[in-house]
């Protein structure tokens, strides 16, 4: 009998934190599950100490190296309705698949769940982290996911749960030479599938040195960049040029990738006096009032990376009368 959900859970020398992980999903509440896990070359010893006799526990090897090769390894493998995912070093609390199960179901609109998290490290958590899980949390319905999702990926990785048929249309994981996990959810925007979040931290996500996404070279920050880039020229500027604004390092950044994709930039937006009135990259800098003149068709793109700057840019916009979604993205 198939089970509902697949957990993939791909794991390279493990270490002492995949008995935790392990241990999270075994403890799941009120679903039937297996835990697919994918060893992707390990030579810790980790994974030989977990407890082989719980049948719902299945060890694969990896069919080729890496990390992309191991998900499409699990995937392939999964017999659920339903597709989970978990990493080696972090905690699902007890109701988390109940949950999300639950959330699909009553938002068939939705087709990828994630949850909300809690970071947490061996010292103490960073103001950055602490701002990106306050972000990542407060990311819920689909129209947020949606509008904000060229700032960053906004669900979690581990945290996903969709059904099978997703990620079968989607045709799993690539490596596109940026996170794997951004892309993905990127090319199911761009085929028309929502994301949404239950209520409630469900995941506690670890930060560690050894994380993916602090050593893995796709996941540089020039990387999200080109991501960001590649897809609103495939799926929201349908040809019309762009402003960018932020004339520092991001917007310069994100115009270099536009650029990479045949993207006319006009212009760039910016409110320091020193930098209004000059040019970068060969392109005029605006205040927005006059970008707003001068630029009436472009979209704007904004590669201000502060957080705190975003809701007065927002309000800005807005009574400029351009709509969020369609005239302007955050992107970055």
């Known amino acids: 009998m198939e089970p509902a959900v697949s957990v993939v859970l791909p794991v390279r020398d493990g270490g002492p934190h995949l008995a935790a992980a392990v241990g999270s999903i075994l403890a799941q509440e009120n679903c039937d599950f297996e835990l697919i896990l994918v060893d992707d070359h390990s030579s810790d010893g980790a994974l030989e100490s977990l407890p082989s006799r719980d049948a719902r526990i299945r060890f694969i090897a990896n069919a080729g190296g890496g990390l992309i090769d191991a998900l499409n390894t699990g995937l392939r493998a999964a017999r659920g309705h339903y597709i989970a995912r978990m990493d080696a070093d972090d905690i699902a609390l007890p109701k988390r698949l109940r949950t999300q199960l639950d959330y699909l179901a009553r938002n068939p609109s939705v087709a990828i769940a994630g949850t909300e998290v809690?970071?947490?490290a061996e010292g103490e958590l960073g103001a950055g982290n602490q701002r990106y899980?306050?972000?990542?949390?407060?990311?819920?319905?689909?129209?947020?996911?949606?509008?904000e999702r060229f700032i960053?990926?906004?669900?979690?990785?581990?945290?996903?749960?969709?059904?099978?048929?997703?990620?079968?249309?989607?045709?799993?994981?690539?490596?596109?030479?940026?996170?794997?996990?951004?892309?993905?959810?990127?090319?199911?925007?761009?085929?028309?599938?929502?994301?949404?979040?239950?209520?409630?931290?469900?995941?506690?996500?670890?930060?560690?040195?050894?994380?993916?996404?602090?050593?893995?070279?796709?996941?540089?920050?020039?990387?999200?960049?080109?991501?960001r880039a590649h897809f609103l020229a495939a799926d929201e500027l349908q040809g019309r040029p762009v402003v960018i604004w932020g004339a520092g390092p991001g917007g310069r950044d994100l115009h270099d990738a536009l650029s990479r994709e045949s993207v006319t930039v006009q212009g760039f937006v910016d409110v320091h006096p020193r930098r209004i009135g000059g040019c970068k990259r060969g392109r005029p800098v605006w205040h927005f009032e006059e970008a707003g003149r001068r630029a009436r068709e472009a979209i704007?793109?904004?590669?201000v990376g502060v957080p705190s700057a975003r809701p007065e840019i927002r309000a800005?916009?807005?009574?400029?009368?351009?709509?969020?979604?369609?005239?302007?993205?955050?992107?970055?």
């Open 152 to 227: 960053e990926c906004p669900l979690p990785h581990p945290t996903w749960l969709m059904p099978r048929s997703v990620v079968r249309r989607l045709g799993g994981y690539r490596d596109a030479g940026w996170p794997e996990d951004y892309d993905f959810l990127l090319r199911a925007a761009s085929a028309g599938y929502r994301c949404g979040k239950p209520e409630g931290v469900l995941l506690r996500w670890r930060d560690h040195p050894d994380r993916a996404s602090r050593i893995d070279p796709r996941y540089a920050q020039e990387r999200f960049t080109a991501a």
């Open 133 to 147: 899980q306050r972000w990542i949390n407060v990311l819920r319905s689909p129209g947020a996911i949606h509008r």
């Open 118 to 120: 809690e970071l947490f």
């Open 316 to 332: 800005v916009l807005q009574r400029m009368g351009r709509r969020e979604g369609a005239d302007w993205w955050f992107a970055a």
């Open 300 to 303: 704007i793109l904004v590669a």
